[in-house]
């Protein structure tokens, strides 16, 4: 995750520096295009294309950059930039096709059309990315996280249908604008002739509905996720439905018409060189006849009377040119002066931005040059008959397109219909499956397959229907077994939130089962353990959601559960994780209350105590006086008497023995043994309690014998009160168990 997060800043990063280089580039290639206007810089058509060139690339380069980080980014800044791009690779990327249909050279307009290319695009499209942003608020705010109602949701899924069409026609308005104003200032400042002014309205017009279809077809795809969330989220009516037939007769209209527009400037141009070269043609044609009848002229008055008599049309001249210092004083722009020193047949502007085609011829006897000036404008009187059958051959592919559009998007139109009401009726449950298309291409495949996929759709939902009432079957058997067990029961999910309570543990926690779903686990209850809080990763349930452990509490852990309310209650816990697919999805606690337990373990250990002290304090008793009687502290006993008194002892001392057994095994059980080790020898501890039982194995003539291996053996710590008791048990069992005159041994 670090990792793609450093690729996405790397990639933000290089996306700024581009940006930072564009914004550059453009203002530096503004300022050299003004300082060209101002004349303080060179300008001409290779300067012109190479600086609107170099703009276009760096644009690429940042869209191609942009776009390989396009996710980093918002999409009001998605759409930005691509309203951007398309303004600055149309209009830069442009300039070399524009430079196909411009025919003038004079640099004065070459300047202007530089200086318009670079000044409009941030211009324009500073105020055209403004006014879509706008219009696009409403959308960046459900995309950037806003809820809106239904009756919004629908709004808003209109719109990003709208949108587009809008966008479309906002580019349309404004990049024709942008070529308004620049045929304006061709106009009122350079002078441009107005058919060269004309043709680039036409190309404008042309322009603008190619860069306004670029925008509705790639903005209706930017937004498509848009509406796809809407449609995810919302149901959204059927009257906010697209319609294909009238977005795609739109673009058959758009595209169609605007190819056609560029016919008017592509014939316009054609016609112009042609009625150049041929006034070139018609000028040298003219020079050739009179050129001989020169030869024999001696005076420039007779040169003169010849001249007059050459008829040109219209406004063509045939005139005498002055030797070259008079040339030199006259007022005549340096391009024709050039012109007219080297003798260069061809087409040139003059003061008056007005094309003329001129040709020349020497006569060497007066040392004068005859010229023939013939103006261009003249001849474009016969423009409109190439004009008008553009405009009837383009409006006769304009028609047939729009009938084949027609035919075609209602033939789409239908066939789509067709399928999505076929879909409906799927949807709804209807029996009916989907109809043929018949149309003989790939709707038809498309009807084969979704009526394949509806059949199979509807098998596998009948399958799913069967799965649900099995699995609610058990559901309900689940539940019913969860309610009726004797523990409680809680259900987390992974939010801590809880999920399922049965009614033993609404009772215990003092709470509704329907008010506890869905409240976090922390606000009804708290752990406690050795009256601590228990917090955090100490919790059992947190062990088994982040650990997967399964966690059991006993009593002897000591764990109360403190409820909402302030009741402690002591609990045992056990606590596992419900897993689907390996992964957690939450846990299940199962717990009691230890009340009653806590209860009882308070008697036995009351009992332990009472009985260690009422019960031996008789034996003791006992003990002593028949000892004291053995010994003839009370007089000598008879042999009889003696006999009986050492039976009450024997017997005195088995009873001890058991009652300490029995403590002792009542302490094993309730976990209060306390161990006192002590070092000994086993041997010599072994007949010090065979001592005891002296008389009972004197009576049955018994032997009994130790053997010790090494001998003496070491002395090993041991407690002597739970070690005589072993040792004991053993003995008297080997007694009792033993026949008479058998002889014992212990090893």
Known sequence: MMRMGEEHDKARRRVFRALFIVVASATAALLYTLFALLGR???????HLGMTTTLALINALFLLLFSRASQS????????????????????????FYAFFTSTSDLLLVSLSAFEFVW?????AAAFITLCLWKFRSIARFVEGRTPSPGDATALFIATLRFPLYVGLLAFLITFLGYFVAFLQSSLWGAQPWLEGSKTLVTGFAISFFLA???????DRLLGTVRGRLEERYAVPRRAQRRFSLRALWMFLGVTGASISLLVPLGLQGFQVFMRETLVEEARTTLSRVAPETQNIQSEAA?????KEVRLELRGQIEIVASEEALSSQNIAPTTRQVIEEERDGVLTDFFREEKVIAFFSVPALDRKVMVTMRVLDRYTAWPWLVWPLIVGGLSILGASIVNSIFITSDVGRATRILMSGVERAR??????????NTGDEFEDLAHAMRYFVAETRTARRQLEAEIVATERERGTLAGVVRSMGEAVLLIDRDERVRLVNPVAAELLGVRADEAVGVALHTLVTLRQNSQVLSGPERPIIRSLTGGEVVVVGMGDNVELETSAGRRIPIGLVTSPLREHDEI?????????????EQLEAARTNFISVASHQLRTPLTSMRWFSEMLLAGQ?????????????????????????????????RVEAGRVQLNPQPMDLKDFTKEIAQTFGAMMKEKLQILEIVASPDPLPKIPMDREILWQVIANLLSNAIRYSPAKAKILVT
């Open 303 to 307: 040169l003169n009377d010849l001249l």
């Open 41 to 47: 810089a060179p300008m001409s058509w290779p300067i």
């Open 585 to 597: 999805t939450g846990a299940v606690a199962v717990f009691r209350d230890l009340t009653q337990e």
């Open 213 to 219: 279809d670029f925008y509705v077809l790639t903005i």
């Open 634 to 666: 009370a007089g000598k006993l008879v042999v009889k008497q003696r006999r009986f008194v050492q039976f009450v002892y024997q017997s005195t001392l088995r009873m001890a023995n058991l009652v300490n057994l029995l403590l002792q095994s009542a």
């Open 120 to 124: 409009e695009v941030p211009f324009f």
């Open 428 to 437: 709804a449950g209807g029996k009916e499956i989907i109809p043929d298309v």
């Open 73 to 96: 980014f918002p999409l009001r800044v998605q759409l930005a930039v691509l309203l951007w791009g398309g303004a600055a690779l149309w209009y830069w990327g442009f300039a070399p």
